[in-house]
């Protein structure tokens, strides 16, 4: 990796070992974008740049290019930054104002600042590379230096501006709660494409990153250009193509209702943009972004643990008793993590009072937590806890005691979902309320994992505290005071490990990853509905931080009826987990259970650490495979394969699936199956897959031969 800049022609790069990015100060003294792909001699650039028009109405081409997009003068464009100064001028004139490179732990790293020509205005604009990864992060920094406030009604991380392509498609997803990280494609014509979150967090409905090609990208193959956002609050990413055939992608907070001031003298940091280029195809793309996460982003290096979840066996019928015999049988299993879910706390009998009285329920636990988490520890299991801090539902004492912690607009009625408003954690003393509540929890209990769940999007976006003038502020507020929350408490609690969770998968993003060390990326359990949803997840995601649990055989979700191994190998893609009410399991049924959690522990650090390989090549006909090629127990490479069918058609056989990522110079044996492959065989010939009827599946384990 190398960072330069050529002072003749007025060029920087940033080279990656399979990429090259380039811009130059033209003529006009404008940072304008050149070039992002495969690797290149930055000097071959330089024609690229200069002023371009097309007309007195088109005048300023190259600001459709530009680097870092200020909103003044001849730009139309989405811009990346726009200031209102307080003599009432909205417009900018930033200009190059220097350069430095630096190298800071494994990154090196260049600052560029550009200044505006009249206001006390300095904006730097921060890239870095990593070793080993073709990734650049990009955020501003944006400084007030002078004696007056300065309004920043927009402030982006970055804007990426692609290659000209023959075509644009922007492949992203979307969703709603239990349909989360649906994939969904579309070729961008002139105008905007907005991909968004206005709820308070991630979202669902749609998840920070995006991802460009020429429309004939596929899964190993093609040419694309990607980006991810690390921002757990309302964010934006706008696609824009123009009329001359240029596409820039700009993101960053959403700037729908939100502002912020900068008195003199202070600073304002955008989050993390992160961007990449690849030449082998999306499966190229999720590789790339899953190493980058395992190295750089999630907190935790260890194997993730197979955990059990009481909530869908017992929702708020929460006691000692019933919970107890739960985790006799999931230790039984060979689970790792017996995790208690809502109800234990307060009058927490259902979802309509209790929310924000963290104090154990004594009827329910009239000896305390310590009574189950002393039995949970006698079967050799870890215990952990759900928690949702920051909310509260009206019926709680919490509540009654401070009805002003809670975002509101006094004269507006406070809406209510779930039975829960949601509490201002911007304000000190609720800060403080929920640091010392869980610090307390987390002392004087033997608890090694939390499960902090959102469930309340924020409504009447009112702080009854903060200036009126800076109400707007909430937003960004909320976000930064929760990251606050996690790094205290990961501080003060490094063996606690920590899953974030939000009605499902709506607080999943690189933001959030960089304090939890797993996520739940939907509510829904159905183990054919997860296919689609654990797919869309890896195209970002790594495995390693996806929890998947094993629920009923009848889901509840829709009644559809799977078998135990299926229900298994679907969950054991991610981070395996179980929530099903094992008080109704026959000894055969929890036989049968015990069986495939062995089998994988036997694969775990396959699927939680090595390269995955989503296997598309039989999905005309109903057939969803996904592979994973690592290092496993013995030392040498192995892999592992699920494949699943969904319905079987005619009495069709399948095609042989054609695996990847093995060393097509070694030989392998493949667990029920006799004899031994060439890794050139398994993967140009393949293998035979025995799939039957409906909602059938099957797990191949794969070991080099010794």
């Known amino acids: 990796m190398t960072i330069q800049m050529d002072s003749n022609l007025k060029l920087f790069s940033l080279s990656t070992e399979n990429s090259s990015y380039v811009f130059g100060i033209n003529d006009k003294g404008i940072l304008q974008h050149l070039y992002w792909g495969a690797p290149i001699d930055a000097a071959d650039c330089a024609p690229l740049m200069g002023s371009r028009s097309h007309s007195s109405f088109d005048a300023a081409l190259d600001r459709e290019a530009e680097e870092y997009a200020f909103w003044g003068g001849l730009s139309y464009m989405e811009p990346s930054l726009k200031v209102r100064l307080h003599d009432g001028v909205r417009d900018l004139r930033l200009v190059y104002d220097g350069y430095r490179i630096e190298e800071t732990g494994k990154k090196e790293i260049l600052t560029i600042t550009l200044k505006d020509e009249t206001y006390p205005i300095e904006v730097r604009l921060t890239y870095a590379i990593m070793p080993g990864l073709d990734l650049i992060e990009r955020h501003v920094t944006i400084a007030n230096t002078g004696d007056h406030d300065v309004v920043l009604e927009s402030a982006q991380s970055a804007a990426w501006t692609m290659p000209m392509l023959e075509d644009y498609r922007l492949t992203h997803v979307t969703g709603k709660w239990a349909g989360e990280f649906q994939l969904r494609e579309t070729v961008l014509s002139e105008g905007k494409k907005v991909l968004e979150s206005r709820r308070g967090f991630t979202d669902g409905h749609a998840n920070p990153w995006f991802a460009i090609d020429n429309g004939r990208a596929a899964e190993e193959s093609g040419e694309v250009w990607f980006g991810a956002l690390a921002w757990s609050g309302n964010w934006k990413i706008v696609a824009e193509k123009t009329a001359f055939d240029l596409v820039r992608v700009t993101g960053g907070i959403n700037d729908f209702d939100s502002e912020w001031t900068l008195a003199p003298g202070e600073s304002f940091e ?153 509490l201002n954690i911007s304000m000190p003393e609720v800060k403080s309320y929920i640091i010392n509540f869980m610090s307390d929890l987390l002392e004087r209990h033997d608890i090694s994992f939390v499960k902090w769940d959102m469930n309340r999007t924020i409504t009447e976006p009112g702080m009854q505290n903060h200036p009126l003038n800076r109400q707007k502020e909430l937003w960004v507020r909320h976000v930064r005071s929760l990251y606050e929350i996690w790094s205290e408490l990961r501080e003060k609690f490094p063996h606690v490990a920590f899953e974030t969770c939000a009605g499902g998968g709506s607080r999943i993003d690189f933001g959030m990853l960089r304090y939890a060390d797993q996520a739940w990326p939907s509510d829904n359990t159905d183990a054919f509905d997860r296919l689609s949803i654990q797919e869309g997840f890896s195209y970002v995601y790594a495995p390693k931080l996806m929890t998947c649990w094993v629920t009923e055989e009848v889901s509840g979700m829709n009644k559809r009826v799977t078998s135990i191994p299926y229900r298994f190998h679907s969950a054991m893609t991610g981070t395996l987990g179980i929530g099903a009410n094992l008080n109704h399991w026959s000894e055969e049924q929890l036989e049968e259970a015990a069986n495939l959690v062995a089998q994988y522990k036997t694969v775990r650090p396959l699927v939680q650490e090595g390269r995955q390989y989503r296997l598309s090549m039989l999905k005309h006909k109903g057939v969803e495979a996904v592979q994973y090629v690592g290092v496993g127990d013995s030392g040498e490479e192995e892999s592992v394969l699920f494949a699943f069918l969904h319905s079987q058609k005619l009495g069709d056989r399948f095609p042989r699936l054609l695996l990847q990522g093995l060393n097509p110079d070694k030989r392998y044996i493949i667990d029920g199956i006799e004899g031994s492959h060439s890794g050139l065989a398994l993967m140009r010939i393949g293998v035979e897959l025995p799939l039957k009827g409906d909602f059938d599946s099957l797990m191949y384990h794969i070991r080099e031969q010794q």
Do not use: C
């Not at 039984?332 to 209790?354: C, M, P, S, T, Y």
């Not at 509540?399 to 507006?412: I, K, L, S």
């Open 270 to 422: 955008t989050p993390t943009f992160t961007g990449g280029y690849v030449s082998g195809g999306f499966g190229s793309m999720s590789r790339l972004l899953h190493k980058y996460q395992y190295e750089v982003v999630a907190p935790g290096r260890e194997l993730r643990k197979v955990l059990y979840n009481s909530w869908e066996a017992t929702y708020f019928d929460v006691n000692v008793q019933d919970q107890s015999a739960l985790a006799e049988r999931a230790a039984k299993l060979g689970v790792e993590l017996f995790v208690i879910d809502d109800g234990w706390f307060g009058q927490r009998n259902h979802d309509r009072a209790g929310l924000g009285d963290w104090t154990v329920n004594p009827e329910k636990f009239p000896n305390g937590l310590g009574e189950l988490i002393d039995k949970v520890r006698s079967y050799g299991m870890e215990f952990g806890i759900w928690v949702e801090p920051e909310a509260v539902n009206p019926d709680s004492d919490l509540y009654r005691q401070h009805p002003d912690w809670v975002y509101h607009f006094p004269t507006r009625s406070r809406t209510e979902l779930r039975n829960q408003l949601v």
